[in-house]
């Protein structure tokens, strides 16, 4: 849920995801997205663990096994820069197999409070209600308990805690906070970012509302996935656009828990290798451009 972007002009851009979408496109799409228990081996079938290329499967149901299931998912073939929010990005993928590794191969995110501080510029109530689309197409495929399910404008602009029940014109009462809301976000452990670094001024208010969100109630851990290329025309290259300052803003560790670079005040990260997240989604290509840092915060971290 991120600060909204974008300049003056409507310049529209496309996600690498793009699943069965009619040429020409516009507006929102439906594709279906499917896993199993069982993740993809290298021939793209459900019969290892290798975490490399798949294959592309036709989502029909007829194709899959009894534990095999459908992610339906609702979202824009094209968008402008403050609406991407709307589309598919790979990492958001990468990132979803990565709970469900966790999920089926451990207890680490039974019964916890998540919650997704940004995917995108999920700003807006045109986002805000495509996103509460796709948590009621798939509450029922899926077995949750929509109720569960918590969609909120959190505008980075405003830090942490957000406005608690003032209805202004841009933010629907549907997804303005409550006293209660707040109070159980802060016990949330677990909190998940994909594809929100793109920009210097964003990744500062990022940071900057993440924490205070994790010197809050409980413990927390962020998974974060980043690293976007695109081509830029100051460069006349295909760069990764504001990762270098996301970088500044941690200490990076390694496997033993020494520093490796980095200055960063009181959050401190390390590095998961994508190589050892197996595939369970099927209708993705990965990539080898992709980082997921599992970045912790202490207010006591002296800077290096």
Same mark, same amino acid.
């Given at each position: 849920m991120e600060a909204g972007g974008g300049g003056a002009e409507e310049e529209q851009v496309m996600s690498e995801v793009?699943?069965?979408?009619?040429?020409?496109? #516009?507006?929102?799409? !439906?594709?279906?997205?499917?896993?199993s228990s069982r993740p993809l081996g290298p021939s793209g079938d459900n019969d290892g663990v290798g975490g490399g290329g798949s294959e592309l499967a036709a989502a029909t149901s007829g194709s899959f096994r009894s534990d095999?299931?459908?992610?339906?998912?609702?979202?824009?073939?094209?968008? #402008?820069?403050?609406?991407?929010?709307?589309?598919?990005?790979?990492?958001?993928?990468?990132?979803?197999?990565?709970?469900?590794?966790?999920?089926?191969?451990?207890?680490?995110?039974?019964?916890?409070?998540a919650i997704e501080t940004g995917a995108g510029t999920d700003r807006g109530t045109d986002i805000l209600d495509n996103c509460v689309a796709n948590v009621h197409i798939n509450s029922g495929m899926l077995k949750f308990?929509?109720?569960?399910?918590?969609?909120?404008?959190?505008?980075?602009?405003? #830090?942490?805690?957000?406005?608690?029940?003032?209805?202004?014109?841009?933010?629907?009462?549907r997804y303005i906070w409550s006293t209660s809301e707040v109070e159980?976000?802060?016990?949330?452990?677990?909190?998940?970012?994909?594809?929100? !670094? &793109?920009?210097?001024?964003?990744?500062?208010?990022?940071?900057?509302?993440?924490?205070?969100?994790?010197?809050?109630?409980?413990?927390?851990v962020l998974y974060s996935l980043e690293k976007r290329y695109n081509f830029s025309l100051d460069e006349l290259d295909v760069v990764a656009n504001g990762y270098a300052h996301f970088r500044s803003f941690f200490t990076a560790q390694d496997g033993h828990g020494d520093p490796i670079d980095g200055y960063g005040p009181g959050f401190v990260g390390k590095q998961i290798d994508p190589a050892e997240i197996p595939q369970y989604i099927r209708e993705y290509?990965?990539?080898?451009?992709?980082?997921?840092?599992? !970045?912790? &915060?202490?207010?006591?971290?002296?800077?290096q």
């Open positions: 793009h699943l069965g979408c009619p040429p020409h496109f #516009s507006g929102l799409h !439906i594709s279906h997205f499917s896993f095999c299931h459908l992610l339906t998912i609702q979202h824009g073939v094209t968008s #402008s820069l403050k609406s991407v929010g709307l589309q598919v990005w790979k990492a958001a993928l990468l990132l979803g197999d990565f709970v469900l590794h966790k999920s089926f191969s451990s207890s680490n995110f039974d019964g916890v409070t308990d929509e109720a569960k399910v918590c969609v909120r404008e959190l505008d980075w602009k405003t #830090s942490w805690p957000p406005p608690v029940g003032t209805h202004v014109p841009s933010n629907p009462s159980e976000a802060e016990k949330a452990t677990v909190l998940f970012a994909a594809d929100v !670094i &793109y920009s210097d001024d964003l990744t500062d208010l990022f940071f900057g509302t993440v924490k205070k969100l994790m010197s809050c109630g409980a413990k927390k290509e990965r990539g080898k451009d992709l980082e997921l840092w599992k !970045i912790m &915060y202490s207010p006591d971290q002296k800077q």
